[in-house]
């Protein structure tokens, strides 16, 4: 739970050539704006590109279940791990989650079991797309920069998508800070500000109630209490 940047890619080409061409230029505009890491393109094929063939200590694990997609079907999720991987990582900063960026064909159809009977059935995933996320709110932490580090994450990741977009394989993004679609850093800087109170004033909530066995990010801020005393305040004056 925290302000996160959703995003799904989309190259409309069937060759691999050229998806990793588009990636490539993603991965050098990445490296002219402020992240703190971006790493290299890796590729992955057949049971490699899948993250529960690898232990805990891969080093793209987290790429790799992002990777990963989920088809409905009669109302029941099924992982679909993707055929062939293209794709990077990068790291936009202290305390902000790490923003992957790919490209993966995926199978069209899977076989799924339904009352002992396996049938087929399509995926529906495009050839060369990606779905993902990053979770930059908690780069607001003051010990990791505060409302300055955040931005500087959360615009980062941000401009690298408008650079997706303009390489034409920007498919969806949906900001929950709003700042892809209004452009308003000072209406950003309030937003997370919102998130933090609201989640710390949860997490008091259920400190309350369990101890020490909740742990959450926001419990880490060193100004934790005094968001948490915002928040319950926000959420008693807003019943």
Known sequence: MGLTIHYRLQANTPSPTKARQLLEQLRKKALDLPFKEVGEITEF??????HGRHDKDEENRWLLIQA?????VDERHYHVSPQRLIAFSTWPGEGCEPANFGLGIYPKTIEVEERGRRRKVRTNLG???WSSFCKTQYASNPECGGVENFLRCHLAVVALLDHAAELGILKEVRDEGDFYEKRDVKALAAEVGDWNSLIAGWAGRLKDQFGDAIQAEITRFPNFEHLEAK???SKSSNP
């Open 127 to 129: 050839d060369w797309s």
């Open 45 to 50: 094929t057949g049971e490699s590109a899948d």
């Open 68 to 72: 990963g997609q989920y088809v409905n």
């Open 231 to 233: 928040g319950q305040q």
